[in-house]
């Protein structure tokens, strides 16, 4: 019985809008007893309000077991490597919220000597913050970055995401973030462990072929692209010519599997 990683939007969700395959293909996976794990770069929510989107958007009966985010992610790296050490978190609730139940101590700024800047989308990012982050990580601190994508895109087009941030920090810095989310083998080893199934008894599924496709190729799963979300309206053979991100299975939606 195969395992499933399963990326949120744009595969079982656009935003605030259904996809209708995506409760039908959920409900087959728990009849055939197939374990799955939604697995976002979203830093944003906690695994409770993934869950409860899921649910209410989706139609499909999710609970916070079945999830795990970039925040709970970077927490969970930052805690195996340093546990209980002081971190200063730039992010919103789902990232403080992860970061305090890893046993991570959140402090205020650079003069609490911060062991680690752990940061996330906060879409209230300013110049202090940007300040502190900089200032705590030339004095010694890591840097941690749940996720590294630029633009996120939104019922008003394209927004700058979480990486979009990361990368002011680095400039601000001059120091490379370790990258937590999707393609980042740190999140797909951890969804792997949590499934326990071997990789390549794992199908990757999501409709973004730099993120979800070449994190499950990096870490030795099966792929199956899923033209929705924001590869619904993309020629799927250019794209993985110009990316040369090649899935075992590129699916028109998630009932769309060979038999
Ligand atoms: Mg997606």
């Not at 079982?12 to 794990?37: H, K, V, W």
């Not at 409860?52 to 969970?76: N, W």
């Not at 919103?92 to 650079?110: C, I, M, N, S």
Request: charged share 20%; with cysteine; net charge negative.
């Amino acid at each position: 019985m195969p395992g499933y990683i399963i990326d949120l939007d744009g595969t079982l969700y656009a935003g605030t809008n259904p996809i209708p395959q995506a409760a039908p293909f959920i409900d087959s996976l728990r009849r055939a007893g197939s374990p799955y794990l939604f697995v976002t770069n979203n830093s944003s929510r906690t695994p409770d309000e993934v869950a409860r989107h899921l649910r209410e958007i989706a139609g499909i009966p999710a609970a916070a077991e079945d999830v795990l985010t970039s925040a709970q992610a970077a927490a969970r790296y930052q805690a195996d490597a340093a546990p209980g050490s002081r971190v200063y978190a730039i992010g919103e609730q789902g990232l403080r919220q992860a970061l305090a139940k890893a046993g991570l101590h959140l402090v205020e700024g650079p003069d609490d000597k911060p062991d680690a800047v752990i940061q996330g989308i906060d879409r209230s990012f300013t110049y202090a913050k940007l300040f502190s982050a900089s200032r705590a990580i030339l004095g010694g601190a890591a840097f941690i970055a749940t996720n590294s994508d630029l633009q996120l895109p939104t019922e008003q087009g394209l927004t700058p995401g979480s990486g979009s941030l990361s990368l002011a920090i680095r400039a601000a810095s001059g120091v490379e973030p370790v990258w937590i989310g999707k393609p980042s083998p740190i999140i797909m080893n951890y969804a792997i462990e949590r499934l326990g199934l071997p990789a390549d008894e794992i199908w990757v599924v999501g409709d973004n072929l730099r993120t979800d496709i070449a994190g499950g190729i990096a870490a030795g799963c099966r792929t199956a692209w899923v033209l929705t979300g924001i590869a619904q309206d993309v020629d799927p053979e250019e794209q993985i010519r110009i990316t040369s991100i090649k899935p075992e299975l590129v699916l028109r939606h998630l009932l769309d599997w060979p038999a």
